[in-house]
């Protein structure tokens, strides 16, 4: 969490984390492991109440944030949301309702920001690898093309795709029952968060569902998209990171061996400082990549992929390394901590594996490559 | 430790910004070859660049302007070394000179010592090193062996100390030693401003792994200081060797107030280009795995500086106790190591051997890389920041010592009977 918050933040959290002990305890997420759904929408709409899909919406559309940029605030709630791992679609439907607030039709906005803004709908955000689009009379188009890895795509009302049109890349709204659309849950490794892949197969999209002007590229709004998710994402993460490595110290101290507390061996002593280092890193470049992301700034995108490569294999590392210094317990399923590797684990394999953010960082200093 | 004396600044900083930006352009001169070398010439060409910043208004920012500094808040400085990429600096006065010792005579100096030392080491005629390490250990510091007995107005200082950078070429020390015996080693220490060439003190230069001279060992015989020239109260030298070395970690990890301009190779844009020009020297920038390795390489700096960045917003704060210095210490010295390694991959062999006649980014690198574990060992070793974020940042036991409540002249000692 960032270090110095404006005192509506502050009292911000504090409603966040009141809210997310009462409805998202850990036995709770953990009853909701078999629920198609993996969230309870009663809740959520009440998480809306609170304002968690307003945060990227304008005050015109009916939106609003807490301070001068509203990804700062919803990185709040994510990082809390990793604390105690839980459920819903936090960064789908808010990177969606952003994206209609910046760029839609009246129309479009009429017809899905109400929805997302009072938690009675769900947006998937398809990704930024374009399907294909061709003319249709009229000024529509047609859509195909399959997202192979959508977060919420089997809850959402809305989807947010990518296409490519005469090597322009653009986004539109499609409506998750359009004809055309076929949308599969995938299994998955957390208990909570589903993914889903979304195949269109000649989807018909009216223009006021096109995002932007016509004669504009979206690459920029994509990659902003883009960087919204990795952001939050990384935040939750290091919240997750944050918790576990508590959780342990906590543990380490409480737990005697050889007439000793864990914790007062020096080579479990180190192990932990390591951890608070990676941990405290991983505070600073997720806030860095909110910061950038949310200013629009020239580096944004590559502070949004290193806090990606940075964050998803050192929280791995470090969840995994817990469960080390729990011994046994900590590989049952009684125990929580695989909640939380389940977790991290997913979110680096999410919205860009290490591997892709580093890659696109080598392309900024080396160019692309041959 | 607060950088700034509280009064509003009359300019803004963007005001200073374009002030220091119009300044360096008609008075500092372009960074060139041998910025980092450890030479005799290039330390005093550094005295003159300080003297530069001094005569146009901008050395010691963050210093107290009672003392010849600025007195601005730390936004400034960024600002500066913002705008000094590009210009030749004195890049070595930041550590340990100006970011260590002026910063730990700003919080325990007497008005005499400040006022005497502070504008000279700001205007680069007084250079500053530390005398903490002894032959007999670095990391058990407060174990020092070296000696000052009171004789009426003065110590009288015996002793060795070793591993301090610098102090052949340099003007002062802040030297720590054992006043008292009867008491146990915390409690029997008293740090002294120690003028480095007088009689009685012989300093030794020690030959480094990569052939260069910075090292140093010293021999004190009969040294008198005064009694003006101790730093803190007598015996209480630990309080002000334990801010000194949260000084050195916030310095050595890129978080002080007090250093200006950035020390390492670093180009316009902050980036240190090491693997990348490695990678174009190899011919190896379409490689899918050097890709890879350059990214990561370049992720970890910018990791690194938000990690100092939030860790000194931390300490700022007061979210962070001063021990969270640590952290930056311990990740600047794990990153070297990470980077280096990161080097000699993307080298390849060229690292073994090199044309005779030409100097090559491989060969540099694999010069340097001999050097890796230094950044771990200097400043407190890894190990040692490790004790200190576990116990003091994070609160679990401390380890055994054996020697915590002995009188010192009771504590055993290497050499010593078993």
Redesign the interface.
């Known amino acids: 969490m960032e270090l110095e918050l404006t005192e509506e933040q502050t009292a911000f959290v504090e409603t966040v984390r009141k809210f997310l002990a009462a409805e998202c305890s850990i036995p709770t997420v953990r009853n909701l492991e078999h629920e198609p759904d993996g969230f309870d929408r009663s809740v959520w709409r009440r998480s809306a109440e609170l304002g968690w899909t307003s945060l990227l919406v304008s005050e015109a559309d009916g939106g609003g944030s807490l301070s001068e940029h509203g990804l700062a605030d919803l990185a709040l709630v994510a990082e809390e949301l990793g604390r105690c791992v839980g459920p819903g679609p936090l960064v789908p439907t808010n990177v969606v309702a952003g994206a209609v607030s910046r760029h839609g039709s009246p129309a479009l906005k009429a017809g899905v920001l109400p929805g997302l803004l009072d938690g009675s709908t769900i947006a998937a955000w398809c990704g930024p690898a374009p399907v294909a689009a061709t003319a249709s009379g009229g000024g529509g188009l047609v859509l195909d093309g399959t997202c192979a890895l959508v977060e919420a795509g089997a809850q959402a009302d809305h989807l947010l795709v990518t296409f490519s049109l005469d090597g322009h890349l653009r986004q539109a709204v499609v409506a998750a029952d359009a004809p055309g659309v076929t949308v599969t849950p995938l299994a998955g490794l957390d208990l909570v968060r589903r993914f889903a892949s979304v195949s269109l197969s000649g989807v018909a999209v009216a223009t006021d569902a096109v995002l932007g002007p016509p004669e504009e590229d979206a690459t920029a709004a994509v990659e902003h998209q883009w960087g919204q998710a990795v952001a939050l994402q990384s935040v939750e993460s290091a919240g997750a990171m944050d918790h576990v490595l508590a959780m342990t110290i906590e543990y380490l101290g409480d737990r005697y061996s050889f007439g000793r507390p864990l914790s007062s061996y020096q080579a479990l002593k180190h192990r932990v400082a390591d951890q608070k280092m990676w941990l405290e890193a991983s505070h600073g470049i997720a806030g860095a990549a909110v910061r950038a992301v949310a200013a629009d700034a020239p580096n944004a995108a590559e502070l949004a992929s290193a806090a990606a490569w940075w964050i998803g294999p050192r929280a791995t590392e470090l969840v995994q390394d817990c469960i080390q210094l729990h011994g046994g317990i900590g590989v049952t399923w009684e125990h929580d901590l695989h909640l939380y590797l389940r977790r991290v684990t997913v979110n680096r394999a999410t919205y860009g594996t290490p591997e892709v953010h580093a890659e696109r960082i080598a392309t900024q200093l080396l160019g692309a490559a041959l | 430790m607060s950088a700034s004396n509280g009064a509003a600044p009359a300019e803004s900083v963007d005001e200073f910004r374009a002030r220091a930006r119009a300044w360096l352009a008609e008075a500092m001169p372009p960074i060139g070859d041998g910025w980092n070398d450890r030479s005799d010439d290039r330390r005093e060409r550094e005295r003159d660049l300080q003297r530069r910043l001094w005569d146009g208004g901008f050395a010691g920012i963050c210093f107290p302007a009672e003392y010849g500094g600025l007195g601005l808040p730390l936004e400034y400085q960024r600002a500066f070394t913002e705008e000094s990429s590009g210009y030749d600096m004195p890049f070595s006065l930041n550590v340990p000179t100006l970011g260590i010792l002026a910063a730990t005579l700003v919080d325990f100096g007497t008005h005499e010592q400040k006022a005497r030392h502070l504008p000279a080491i700001l205007r680069g005629e007084e250079l500053w090193v530390q005398f903490l390490s002894e032959p007999s250990g670095g990391s058990d510091l407060a174990g020092c062996l070296t000696r000052a007995d009171r004789d009426g107005d003065v110590f009288v200082l015996n002793g060795s100390k070793i591993w301090s950078s610098g102090a052949a070429g340099a003007d002062y020390a802040m030297c720590l030693a054992r006043t008292n015996w009867d008491v146990p080693k915390h409690r029997g220490l008293t740090m002294f401003i120690l003028k480095i060439h007088q009689p009685g003190v012989v300093v030794e230069q020690i030959r480094q792994v990569d052939g260069s001279l910075e090292f140093c060992q010293e021999f004190f015989d009969d040294v008198a200081v005064p009694v003006a020239d101790v730093v803190g109260a007598v015996d209480d030298g630990w309080t002000v060797a334990t801010r000194l070395l949260t000084h050195e970690r916030m310095a050595v990890g890129g978080g002080s107030p007090y250093t200006s301009g950035r020390s390492i190779g670093h180009d316009a844009g902050g980036v240190d280009t090491t693997v990348?020009d490695l990678?174009r020297e190899a011919g190896t920038?379409?490689d899918?795995h050097v890709?890879?390795l350059?990214?990561?390489a370049?992720?970890?700096q910018?990791?690194?500086g938000?990690?100092v960045?939030?860790?000194t917003?931390?300490m700022r704060?007061g979210?962070?106790p001063p021990p969270?210095g640590s952290?930056m210490k311990?990740?600047g010295a794990?990153n070297v190591m990470r980077r280096m390694e990161i080097g000699l991959e993307v080298a390849g062999s060229g690292v073994a051997a090199w044309p005779a006649d030409a100097t090559t980014a491989a060969g540099d690198h694999g010069v340097h890389s001999l050097w890796r574990q230094g950044v771990s060992l200097g400043g407190g070793s890894n190990?040692i920041?490790?004790?200190i974020?576990?116990?003091r940042?994070?609160?679990?036991?401390r380890?055994h010592a054996a020697d915590r409540e002995l009188p010192y002249r009771e504590v055993r000692r290497s050499g010593g009977p078993r």
């Open positions: 990348i990678a920038t379409d899918t890709r890879q350059v990214a990561e370049h992720i970890r910018l990791v690194a938000q990690l960045r939030r860790v917003q931390g704060t979210a962070m969270a952290l311990l990740f794990t190990e920041q490790r004790n974020i576990s116990e940042l994070l609160g679990m036991p380890e």
